[in-house]
């Protein structure tokens, strides 16, 4: 079945603005738009650029526009969409070649909330052991994969290059609410300002985005509610 892929391109070294550019494939309705990609930039044309590594809903890498809204490629069958699909980089973010965007900024908002375990030496002898219902708090986030499809989707990030962005915000709140975690009150301090939670205005353009159903918004409604009541 013949599938029409127009593409946003650009490239800085020869281009003054993007442009897109068209390529009919033929495609089963039940491939992926990563697989449509993939036969472009193989068998068409070599000068595509995009992000892929492991093709399946994994690595976080291939998140893009896809008419309009932010998927994964590999993710996404080429039978939700009709016969002519558009593709463009990942809004809000600076374009470095066609579908590649630079994600430093995002991963900068990331790293600020501290990613990772702070905690003191644990018990001789003895694991950090864990409650299933204290793992139930926190454990929707864990599946975050860092994607930027929740980000790249917010409105206020587009107009607010400051905003740290829900990503970052889901990613603090899974240490936020692990049992085994001591840097709380550090994290709700990083996101107790106007560039953290506040700057959200529950738009829930993340929640739709995210391609692991996590449930962004009310995570971040969960850090504030946490603000509020603890005062911290
Ligand atoms: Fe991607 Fe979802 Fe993580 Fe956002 S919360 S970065 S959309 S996996
Ligand atoms: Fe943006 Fe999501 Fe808040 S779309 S405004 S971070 S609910
Ligand atoms: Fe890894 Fe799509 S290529 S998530």
Redesign the pocket.
Known sequence: MDYVFRIKRYDPDVDVKPHFEEYTLDLAPTDRVLDGLNEIKWHHDGTLTYRRSCAHGVC?SD?MRINGR?YLACKTLMKEFGKKITLEPLVGFRVIKDLVVDMEDFFAGYRSIKPYLIAGEAPAGAERRQTPEELARYEGAT?????????SSCPITWANETFVG??AI??AARFIYDSRDEGAAERLRILNTNTGVWRCRTVFN?TE????D?E?TNTIEDVKRTLLLEQV
């Open positions: 976080g998140a932010n599946k975050c994969i860092l994607c930027a499809a929740c980000t829900p990503a889901v990613n993340c985005a995210c391609p692991r996590i962004v």
